[in-house]
């Protein structure tokens, strides 16, 4: 059953490609016009033209000249809806319009504009992607649209749009118009971000480690001698075996206000979820309103804050090499 749903498939895709290896793809615009659009009867056409033939065979045998004369008539009035629907779709112009960008498993959509630039109403309008997703939209005379494709990404990184069809089967319902388009346009989809603690808030000291009070709007200082009741996270380990006593971290107020997000806080975690980790750390640290650096294997981000600042994190928390 499986291999049998698989051939389906891979010939449906080989007669798509053969019927629209015309037509131009991942371009920014596209015009329906007769070289990109299809037009085929459906099931209701198919019945009525089984119809109309039985009905023509009947007024031939009894010679009915009423009944031959209803027979063309209706057949008359089939073929000028194929034409009407045709050009339901005729002379329509497709285009990319500005994304917004989402993250991974955010529910969102591809946006495209649909002009219509004569003086007729389309009605009935479907837009699919890969039988997927059917929305229904009207377009005015004389006006532009714009069609959201829902979709939810999975995994961060350039998310394209895939091939979509544009559909009707107004006004009558016995024929369907569709044209395959393919558009130049993008998202970019964010690392899915995960709250994690303690934050990866890293201040440079003399020993080398990242200190993470400054989560706590304090910096690393100095050391100084062990005195008793210092916490016990404050003492410096490794300095204590260099120097044989026990020394303590001493820790300044931030007066800056800044704090730095850094990819080697987590040495212990696959690439995903530090990215996971950094991003929403990124979303914490604006919603706060704090200034903060992002330090990644291959870029640094100087500390800043703004919407700016944190749409440049996060694209290079989504641009990180899988």
């Keep these: 059953m499986g291999s049998y749903s698989n051939l389906i498939q891979h010939t449906e895709s080989k007669l798509q490609c053969w ?3 015309r037509q131009r793809h991942y371009s920014n615009s596209s015009t329906l016009d007769r070289k990109h659009i299809f037009i085929l009867p459906t099931r209701a056409g198919v019945c009525l033209g089984a119809l109309l033939f039985l009905m023509l065979l009947t007024s031939l045998n009894y010679m009915n000249s009423m009944s031959m004369l209803f027979t063309f008539f209706v057949a008359g009035i089939a073929f000028n809806s194929a034409w009407l ?11 990319r319009a500005p994304q917004k960008n989402l993250f991974a498993g955010e529910q969102g959509n591809f946006t495209i504009k649909v002009n219509n630039p004569t003086k007729r109403d389309r009605y009935g309008l479907v837009f699919r992607e890969r ?8 377009v005015p005379a004389g006006k532009e649209i714009r069609v959201m494709m829902p979709i939810t990404p999975i995994r961060r990184g350039e998310y394209k749009l895939r091939r979509f069809a544009i559909a009707t089967r107004m006004p009558v319902g016995i024929f369907n118009a569709w044209s395959w388009q393919t558009l130049k346009t993008s998202l970019w989809v964010y690392p899915k971000p995960i709250p994690n603690h303690p934050a990866p808030f890293a201040a440079s000291g003399d020993d080398g480690e990242c200190a993470p009070a400054a989560s706590q709007g304090e910096e690393f200082s100095n050391l100084r001698d062990y005195s008793q009741g210092d916490p016990i996270k404050h003492i410096a380990w490794k300095q204590q075996a260099r120097h044989h006593k026990l020394l303590t971290k001493e820790f300044s107020e931030n007066t800056s206000g800044s704090i730095s997000l850094s990819w080697d806080f987590y040495t212990d975690l696959d690439a995903e979820t530090r990215l996971s980790y950094l991003c929403y750390w990124v979303l914490e640290a604006e919603k706060q309103n704090m200034a903060y650096s992002l ?13 700016k600042h944190t749409q440049k994190c996060l694209l290079a928390l989504a641009k990180h090499p899988k």
Excluded: M, Q, W
């Excluded at 039988?131 to 009207?138: F, R």
């Design 19 to 21: 019927l629209t290896r």
């Design 295 to 307: 330090s990644l294997p291959e870029h640094f981000y100087p500390a800043n804050s703004g919407e």
């Design 85 to 95: 629907t045709y050009r339901n779709l005729k002379d329509l112009t497709v285009s």
């Design 131 to 138: 039988n997927e997703n059917l929305i229904l939209h009207d």
